[in-house]
């Protein structure tokens, strides 16, 4: 008997789990869904990607990609965002898509405990 409301119990929580995702995954699908039909329609950039990554190792030779992101603005140009690492240094260069012209380099010292407050965690 005590395995029985065991079962039922734990029945009960897998339902209402299951029940709660479906309806998470329904209504993200249906905002998803009012979001495209209202968008333009999506153009791709004449800068491609290897060529802006291309373009922002030019601007910080020596250093690697580290991550890459298409920024579409709307209104204003269309972006390729770079992070470069150099060493203990970080370097965000962002790329015109349209153009492939550098609109923004900026550096930033390496901060290993990811506060932003220039301490590393270190002792030294």
Same mark, same amino acid.
């Given at each position: 008997?005590?395995? @029985?409301?065991?079962? #039922?119990?734990?029945? #009960?929580? &897998?339902?209402?789990?299951?029940?709660?995702?479906?309806?998470? @995954?329904?209504?993200? %699908? &249906?905002?998803?869904? /009012?979001?495209? *039909?209202?968008?333009?329609?999506?153009?791709?950039?004449?800068?491609?990607?290897?060529?802006? #990554? &291309? #373009?922002?190792?030019? *601007?910080?030779?020596? &250093?690697?990609?580290?991550?890459?992101?298409? +920024?579409?603005?709307?209104?204003?140009?269309?972006?390729? /965002?770079?992070?470069?690492?150099?060493?203990?240094?970080?370097?965000?260069?962002?790329?015109?898509? %349209?153009?492939?012209?550098?609109?923004?380099?900026?550096?930033?010292? =390496? =901060?290993?405990?990811?506060?932003? +407050?220039?301490?590393?965690?270190?002792? +030294?």
């Amino acid at each position: 008997m005590r395995i @029985t409301k065991k079962l #039922i119990v734990a029945g #009960i929580v &897998s339902l209402a789990a299951t029940g709660g995702a479906v309806y998470a @995954t329904t209504a993200y %699908a &249906s905002e998803a869904a /009012e979001t495209a *039909e209202t968008a333009a329609p999506a153009v791709a950039p004449k800068v491609t990607a290897e060529q802006a #990554i &291309s #373009i922002a190792l030019k *601007e910080v030779p020596g &250093s690697w990609v580290s991550e890459l992101d298409f +920024d579409s603005r709307g209104q204003q140009a269309d972006t390729w /965002e770079l992070e470069l690492t150099k060493g203990a240094e970080r370097h965000e260069v962002d790329v015109d898509a %349209a153009s492939g012209k550098v609109t923004k380099q900026q550096a930033d010292q =390496d =901060d290993d405990d990811q506060n932003e +407050d220039g301490d590393d965690g270190d002792d +030294d």
